[in-house]
């Protein structure tokens, strides 16, 4: 399939004018279709790293240190200290999965099961600053999303008499995020965002009846809701920043009813952080994020009631970044977010492979002049394997000894137009 380019040269004071908030919901149908058989890999439960590069570059850290667009989604607050622009990021992960089923249930026939391939995010958004009316913003965003396909089923009774079914799995979650931020006169920022998404969930899971579901890996579609505030000050060489984002609702999967009982809402998530400059060019940033699974019922639930049996996950992330002059920044980071499956539960998310929990990030941003930049980052997962304890829930019992190791590589390349 051929794509054409189009590049439409709009005289600079003509552009200011023009809402964003109009251009979004077209931008949203472009990038929806475009992606639509992709796939992604998460890091924090369903949700991924990030979106952002010079984000992905920190370690997902910045809730007080905002740098593109994407902080419309982060912290609708930060929003006030930029400038108009339009920023692009194209995020390519390359996944590694390996499973070995065990137990009465599991798939010893085929060995280890492998799944990896490489995996395309784009995402964009732009911010329109009205000066002493406030700041908008906004974009869309692919903040979470989940997938995996193996040869064989991971479950024997499937690979020898249900089709060789149970054995794939992906989510995908877009969202348009418009976004609103004012400063006050005693210099504290306050934002507010409205969220709202399209869910795409196809998988041959196996359901509590022992049979592959009725969805049979088939597209099904879901509609959401939900919002984000936040608060952000700065003062010479500190700054604090703090944002909430609401659970996400989100219309049920009508075609897989026969395996997710309710419906694919995201939780509300916290994250609070500061940025310090140590030194006019070197600047600190730490943040921590709480994500709570359990009050999602298709997550935080047992087993026999319609859940995955996830525990509430948080985060520690930690950044630096370096202003080697007026062209260059360099950037690295830290990461640990604790995963919300426990080894009493391994067999079951066999489908959903959220084990990692470390990652180490690196990158860069080249100013090439007043208003184009280009960026850079590399993000490397720690692998980390779990085993089935067969203390858990039924599948648990059938699955005992299972092993699920998750880790990946990815880097993320960006562009930023400033007015």
């Not at 472009?30 to 990030?50: K, M």
């Not at 622009?85 to 999965?97: E, G, I, M």
Request: aromatic share 14%; glycine share 10%; hydrophobic share 35%.
């Amino acid at each position: 399939m051929r794509y054409t380019l189009v590049i439409l040269r709009l005289n600079k004071h003509f552009l200011p004018y023009i809402p964003i908030a109009t251009l979004l919901p077209s931008v949203a149908f472009l990038f929806s279709f475009i992606l639509s058989s992709f796939p992604a890999a998460a890091n924090e439960g369903v949700f991924l790293f990030g979106n952002d590069v010079q984000q992905l570059s920190r370690a997902g850290s910045g809730v007080a240190s905002p740098r593109s667009a994407y902080w419309s989604y982060l912290n609708p607050a930060s929003i006030v200290d930029l400038k108009s622009r339009v920023d692009l990021s194209l995020y390519n992960v390359f996944p590694n999965v390996e499973s070995k089923p065990r137990g009465l249930m599991g798939n010893r026939l085929d060995g280890t099961l492998k799944a990896g391939g490489m995996f395309n995010i784009l995402s964009g958004g732009g911010i329109y600053n009205m000066e002493r009316y406030g700041t908008i913003g906004g974009g869309l965003y692919i903040p979470s999303g989940t997938g995996v396909e193996y040869d064989h089923s991971r479950n024997i009774l499937t690979r020898l008499f249900q089709g060789n079914k149970d054995r794939r799995l992906t989510y995908q979650h877009f969202r348009l995020v418009l976004s609103y931020a004012y400063e006050f006169p005693h210099g504290f920022a306050l934002g507010a965002s409205l969220h709202t998404s399209l869910s795409r969930f196809r998988s041959d899971h196996i359901t509590l009846k022992f049979r592959p579901t009725e969805g049979d890996n088939e597209w099904d579609n879901a509609l959401g809701i939900g919002y984000g505030v936040g608060i952000y000050k700065t003062w010479e060489r500190f700054a604090i920043g703090a944002s909430y984002m609401s659970r996400h609702y989100t219309q049920k999967m009508h075609k897989y009813k026969d395996l997710l009982r309710y419906s694919l809402d995201t939780p509300q998530i916290i994250q609070v952080g500061v940025a310090w400059k140590v030194i006019p060019q070197v600047e600190l940033t730490a943040d921590y994020k709480f994500l709570n699974w359990k009050d999602i019922p298709t997550y935080g639930n047992k087993l026999l009631k319609g859940g995955f049996n996830w525990h509430d996950q948080w985060a520690v992330k930690l950044g630096i970044e370096w202003t080697i002059n007026e062209h260059w920044r360099v950037m690295a980071g830290y990461a640990h977010a604790s995963t919300p499956i426990d080894k009493d539960h391994v067999f079951l998310s066999t489908l959903v492979p959220v084990t990692c929990e470390d990652h180490i990030t690196a990158g860069f941003t080249y100013s090439y002049n007043t208003h184009h930049e280009f960026h850079f980052a590399f993000i490397l997962g720690i692998p980390k394997k779990m085993e089935d304890t067969g203390h858990g829930d039924l599948l648990s019992h059938l699955g005992k000894d299972s092993e699920l190791t998750s880790n990946g590589e990815s880097f993320a390349i960006g562009y930023s137009y400033k007015f």
